[in-house]
């Protein structure tokens, strides 16, 4: 018989795993969300039915997946009423104990990706860390994440904490740096269409080398002459405190003696 | 006839530049370079001779390329008395005027990517930026480069200088927070390789969304709850500081009303 599975949020977190679980022939029977729009969106994605009342829950299914901003997973998890299931969110710096002393049965399934609504995910790729209040919930989480990645790993509380700022570095602040060069082309009129291999190429080194060694770039070879003159350039306070301080960073890191 | 070229320099770009023109029927004739053993490496490479001294350099090339770090490009060029062919820096940082007054053909050739010598690049999707002394140059130059790369630009020496500072961010510091990433999993004793779908889709999301709508985490959501736990963790002053101050700047950028 199929599992049945409630979905609780509707970001990107929730809107990505659960076509995944979809995918994988579990029948999400409902959504929860705060925001009217978003729940109905996503349910008539997933073709099932959603509310936006807690209370109103459906207490018959075998997981009960918390996909929600962090901030709002404890008020949440503390007004739902129902305890039979499996228990789990994917917050990568929510520690489990935040289930304990309410639910039997509860876990993490954490997705190390970037989400985006717009962009699809292959999610046989996202490596999924798990961790479980008992080993018939590790077993059962376990199994459904093997449906949905090739790639799954028991990772305890303090871990996936590490994991999630490690992706923050990796992932968010790069991000933030591809918008900021956006933006300096954009003052030139140069297309960002132009910095895209570059980005890529990037990416696609770390594959292969490790980032110590793919490193490259003028804070690497301590070329002071033209870390001044892009220093120069930065008018804005903020992008030039921190062009220095990453660029001081580097050049400690390869060039100190 | 088939054009003949010295490269001066030794480095990653000299490198993999060198390749490419040999690949697109260039006769490199010679490699200068101050290091004996770098210089040697390469001429074995493109199998050709290679001098350290620049008294000896080949006087019968059409083009002389100065792929050299920025901070020795002028001194060298100082030393230079050769004064046919057409002479050109691939620095993205140093203005065309480094060869004014001394040389009558004379241009830039930037391309816009990341080398590293242990790493091969598919160069004709190496975005190429022109600059030239006049339009026999210009032509010279472009044809040379759309030899090597499908993607050919004229830049003048302020763009190319934003273009420069832009990939700094895009590229260099985003490769030096995969190491910061890879560090802190170190410390948790996680293998650097799970890291590698999240970097990885984190630049392809940008090549079809932009950097403004693809960014993600914590700072984007104001998730202070969230930040203040990564906070807690990083002891070391720097990451601290840096994560804090990137973390503002993102959630200024998306959550000022």
């Known amino acids: 018989m199929r599992k049945k599975v409630v979905i609780l949020g509707s970001g990107n977190v929730a809107t990505h795993l659960s076509v995944a679980l979809k995918k994988a022939d579990y029948s999400i029977i409902q959504v929860y969300s705060r925001s009217e729009l978003n729940a109905a969106t996503l349910a008539k994605n997933l073709d099932c039915c959603f509310t936006t009342s807690i209370n109103e829950l459906n207490n018959s299914a075998d997981y009960y997946i918390y996909a929600l901003t962090d901030s709002v997973l404890a008020d949440v998890i503390n007004q739902v009423e129902i305890y039979s299931g499996i228990h ?111 980005i890529l190429e990037t990416a696609l080194k770390i594959q292969t080398l490790h980032p110590a060694e793919a490193q490259t770039g003028p804070a690497r070879r301590n070329d002071i002459t033209t870390m001044e003159s892009h220093l120069n350039l930065l008018n804005d306070k903020v992008l030039h405190e921190t062009y220095q301080s990453l660029s001081e960073q580097i050049s400690k890191l390869y060039n100190d003696k």
């Open 88 to 198: 789990l969110h994917t917050a990568g710096s929510v520690t489990i104990d935040v289930f304990r002393q309410k639910f039997k049965h509860f876990a993490v399934l954490y997705p190390l990706q970037t989400f985006s609504k717009q962009k699809e995910v292959d999610f046989s790729r996202v490596p999924l860390f798990i961790e479980a209040s008992d080993d018939y919930t590790t077993n059962s989480v376990r199994y459904l994440a093997e449906k949905l990645s090739e790639k799954c790993y028991l990772a305890n509380s303090e871990q996936r904490l590490k994991l999630h700022i490690a992706a923050v570095f990796a992932c968010n602040f790069s991000n933030y740096f591809y918008n900021i060069a956006a933006g300096l082309l954009h003052e030139s009129k140069i297309p960002f269409d132009v910095l895209k291999p570059l």
